[in-house]
């Protein structure tokens, strides 16, 4: 799990990562940009390995075996998943949490990636949605997923070792709704 040294890293990527990547998107050729990315992903790699995965990377994992006809690229994936794992987690921590730490990082993630000392986690979920939006991240249906193999894909998700390090355990009908949601 996270540890002052994960969140302290995962702090700076995120500023890192906040400041760049609409620039480093629109701009390929932009040097400042792409260090930025560099350093967010470097960095975001640290933090993860050192603090385990979660929902988004046990989603990730199964699909990417799931649509291996598509190219379902693994961030593309991930990205169209973290919107509605952040309000899922958030809204399982707010039911069955209330007093936990983790609400507090979800708020402080708001703050670092909207630059908004007020942002709250819906705003975190709101931003990253309208990134996406900008930045042409699909929909998992367009990487062949449909409704059916909501079941089993939720299945294999909920056993996955990445689970193991998210924030809260989700129910599967959080993790279904998560699904259906990305698709």
Not at 30 to 53: F, Q, V
Not at 165 to 180: H, M, P, Q, R
């Amino acid at each position: 799990m996270s540890n002052p040294l994960t969140d302290a890293i995962a702090r700076e990527g995120l500023r890192h990562g906040a400041r760049s990547l609409q620039q480093a998107f629109k701009c390929g050729d932009d040097i400042d940009a792409r260090e930025g990315m560099c350093l967010c992903s470097l960095m975001g790699g640290l933090a993860l390995a050192n603090a385990k995965l979660g929902a988004v990377h046990g989603f990730a994992g199964v699909i990417g075996g799931w649509c291996h006809s598509q190219e379902a690229a693994h961030g593309a994936v991930c990205a169209r998943l973290l919107p509605f794992v952040i309000s899922a987690n958030v809204q399982a921590l707010t039911d069955r949490s209330p007093d936990s730490p983790i609400l507090g990082k979800y708020t402080e993630v708001a703050q670092i990636i909207t630059g908004r000392p007020e942002a709250t986690c819906q705003d975190a979920v709101q931003f990253i949605q309208k990134l996406c939006l900008e930045l042409s991240v699909p929909p998992l249906s367009q990487y062949g997923l449909k409704e059916e193999d909501v079941p089993s894909i939720v299945e294999k998700t909920a056993k996955s070792s990445s689970m193991k390090g998210n924030s809260i355990v989700l129910t599967n009908e959080e993790i279904t709704k998560i699904l259906i949601q990305a698709l």
